[in-house]
C-alpha cells in the first residue's frame, strides 16, 4: 500500500519561503517519478513540478519556474518542494503524487498515488 504524507505547509508573507516534504512508504520509493501539484480554492488540480526515479529529469511548470526547487533523498523515501519569493497566487492546498513510471510526467492522469495535501497560504 503506497502511502503519501505532505508536511511544512503554512502561512507566510509574500516574499518568503517554505519548504514542504512529502514521506513516501510502501514501495521502493527510487523506482518511481514524483510530482507535486496544487490546487486553489474553485480551480482546477494544477502541474507544479516532476521529478524522474533518479532525479535525472525534472520539470517546472512556468510559474513556479527559478522559484521552486523539486528535489528528492531516496535514502530517506522523502520528497521535498523548497519555494522562494512567493506571491498570493501560490496559496493553494500541495499534493504529492506519484504512479507506475520512473520517469516525471507533468500530467496528472500519469498518478495514481496521493497523499492529503497540505494548505500553503501566501499573505499579501
Known amino acids: 500500500q503506497v502511502q503519501l504524507v505532505e508536511s511544512g505547509g503554512g502561512l507566510v508573507q509574500a516574499g518568503g519561503s517554505l519548504r514542504l516534504s512529502c514521506a513516501a512508504s510502501?514501495?521502493?520509493?527510487?523506482?518511481?517519478?514524483m510530482g507535486w501539484f496544487r490546487q486553489a480554492p474553485g480551480k482546477e488540480r494544477e502541474f507544479v513540478a516532476a521529478?524522474?526515479?533518479?532525479?535525472?529529469?525534472?520539470y517546472y511548470a512556468d510559474s513556479v519556474k527559478g522559484r521552486f526547487t523539486i528535489s528528492r533523498d531516496n535514502a530517506k523515501n522523502t520528497l521535498y518542494l523548497q519555494m522562494k519569493s512567493l506571491k498570493p497566487e501560490d496559496t493553494a492546498v500541495y499534493y504529492c503524487?506519484?504512479?507506475?513510471?520512473?520517469?516525471?510526467?507533468?500530467?496528472?492522469?500519469?498518478?495514481?498515488?496521493w497523499g492529503q495535501g497540505t494548505q500553503v497560504t501566501v499573505s499579501s
Open positions: 510502501g514501495r521502493t520509493f527510487s523506482r518511481y517519478g
Open positions: 521529478i524522474s526515479g533518479n532525479s535525472g529529469s525534472i
Open positions: 503524487a506519484t504512479g507506475s513510471g520512473f520517469y516525471s510526467s507533468s500530467r496528472l492522469r500519469d498518478y495514481g498515488y
